[in-house]
């Protein structure tokens, strides 16, 4: 290998770790911001999972109440506990108001009928529970994006430090036969100069 080009793959080697090394930093970073923000959102809520064994978890459908039961008891600060929270608690309460309706249409329903106050209230009910249910989905979503970020962040280590091994046995390399080169230089005009002579 040619002096000229051994010196281009020392620079693209070089340029290659400055980028994975930049790209893996940033998504550690973006991996921590999506997660602490998730965090810190919910535990403002201050939103707690029932007791196990409670009213509220062993009144719901068998895989719901499984679901729930992990958390038991527990504070709701990761995205996935919000997912758990708004499909296994949230929906399942909000599927018994007014026979599973969605708020778009209880709320087509009570404009027809606007003096039915059972109706305005069981529309008033579903807007909340379906605006909590898409906050902790949202918190979710911003979670696994974290979560993922984090596994790149990992994945670009690696990246990196596979090729900053490589740079270091290319520079080992190049010394090594420096050396050797020069070595050979050394003991071979010395035999030279002694033919010269005789």
Sequence with gaps: MTSGLRWRIFVLQIGLIGILGFVSGFAFWGSNFATSTVHDQLAAQQIYFPAAGSPEITALPKADATAMTQYAGQELLTGQQAEVYANNFINVHLAEIAGGKTYSQLSTAAQAAPNDTKLAGEVAT??????????????????????????????????????????????????????????????????????GIA
């Design 126 to 195: 579903i807007f909340k529970g379906t605006t909590l249910r898409s906050m902790l989905l949202n918190a979710y979503g911003w979670g696994q994006i974290g979560q993922f970020a984090g596994y790149a962040a990992i994945g670009l280590l690696v990246a990196t430090i596979a090729v900053l091994g490589a740079f270091v046995f290319e520079v080992f390399s190049f010394a090594t036969s420096r050396k050797k080169e020069s070595t050979t230089r050394v003991t071979a005009a010395p035999a030279t100069q002694a033919r």
